[in-house]
Structure formats: structure tokens, C-alpha cells
């Protein structure tokens, strides 16, 4: 983990990334933070929890089983946040790992629960957000048990309808690696979508 502190970074940043899209400037003290690949942001015994609102950059949420294989749960990306759930006060014990170098705004929640709680700025942002990650995760179980209808439902939902990375799309469709590949090649053996180039498939 690296705190931006570079003034002409932070400037850029703040001009792409104002606060106030987020929540009420001033309301609360923040960071502007970089983390790089493979570096653990949460973990379940993580004790002073921070709201994280991804500007750039994924993480992947996953649970591990007794026998240490992980269990997907989500890929957050930009525009996304972490510890939302925690803010609320709920506890998941989940793992939260960066998959690309990211960039992210952090808040303390133990210093600015309250004040983003009374936030209406914030209240709107988290709320639109936790919509969309309701109806997206309604959608694709709803009348997709098969996985590969899963697989083409989470294409078709994709600006490029693209899987650039087979390992982020498990968990996105929370499922292993092993049943996503069986029916990318089906998928691939029917003519519904098409290899593009190692873990790359697009839908035809």
C-alpha cells in the first residue's frame, strides 16, 4: 500500500475523481491510496475497517475453504467500493485481494460512520451502487442454472461482450475454474462464442 501524496497526482486525481461524487466534501478526513497486485486490502480478522471506493484498478472477493481453495464471490471494480457491508454493521469474513495495481479513495469508518450514514450524497451513491449489484446478481441466477447459459447471460450483460480474463469472470459468475472452462468449450464447440487468444472469448 502506498498514500498518494504527490501534489500534482493528487490534483489529477481529485479533478478526475472529485469526493463530492462520492459523498459530501468535507464531512470526513480521506486518503488517496495505491495498491499493487496481490496485496490483500481486507482480510477476516481485519480489526479498524475502511470503506474503499475503487477509481481504478480490480479486486477479487473470495472466502477460503478448510482446505485453503478459494471460494470466488465477486470481482469489484472501478467505481465500486469495499466495506460497504461493514459500514452498515454487518461482518462477512472475506478475503479482498487486488487483482490490478489500483487506485482507490479510503475513509475510516470508525471516524466517519456516522457522518456518511447522515450523507445524502452518500446515501445515493451506495444506494444506486448496491441496486445494480442486486439486479445484476438477481439476473443471473433467475432462470440460469445451466452454466452455460450463465456464461452467455454475463456476456450479453458486458459493453464488449468480451471475457478478457477467465480467472476475474469466476467470480464474477461465482463458480471454479474448471466448470467456466468446460463451458467456455462447449460454448466454443457450438459456435456461441469464440476464442479470441489465451482466456480472451467473445460472444458471436
Known amino acids: ?68 481453495t478459494k471460494n470466488p464471490i465477486a470481482t469489484i471494480n472501478a467505481g465500486m467500493t469495499i466495506g460497504e457491508v461493514e459500514l452498515f454493521g454487518y461482518y462477512v469474513p472475506f478475503f479482498a485481494e487486488v487483482a490490478r495495481k489500483t487506485e482507490c479513495i479510503v475513509v475510516s469508518m470508525s471516524e466517519c460512520r456516522r457522518a456518511l450514514l447522515d450523507d445524502v450524497v452518500f446515501l445515493r451513491f451506495i444506494s444506486a451502487l448496491l441496486a445494480e449489484k442486486l439486479a445484476f446478481g438477481a439476473s443471473m441466477d433467475y432462470g440460469t442454472s445451466d452454466m452455460a447459459d450463465r456464461v452467455i447471460y454475463y456476456l450479453t450483460s458486458k459493453p464488449d461482450h468480451m471475457i478478457t480474463h477467465v480467472e476475474e469472470a469466476t467470480y464474477d459468475l461465482r463458480c471454479s475454474r474448471s466448470s467456466l472452462q468446460r463451458s467456455l468449450a462447449q460454448l466454443c464447440e457450438d459456435g456461441t462464442i469464440e476464442k479470441l487468444g489465451k482466456g480472451a472469448y467473445h460472444l458471436v
Not at 11 to 27: C, E, M, Q, W
Not at 30 to 40: A, G, N, P, V
Request: aromatic share 12%.
Open 1 to 68: 500500500m502506498q498514500l498518494i501524496t504527490d501534489k500534482s497526482k493528487l490534483d489529477n486525481l481529485r479533478k478526475a475523481h472529485p469526493v463530492s461524487d462520492y459523498f459530501t466534501d468535507g464531512i470526513c478526513a480521506y486518503q488517496y491510496r495505491t495498491y499493487d497486485k496481490y496485496e490483500l486490502i481486507q482480510t477476516p480478522d481485519t480489526k479498524d475497517h475502511n470503506l474503499f471506493i475503487l477509481l481504478s484498478g480490480s479486486a477479487q472477493i473470495y472466502s477460503l475453504s478448510s482446505d485453503g
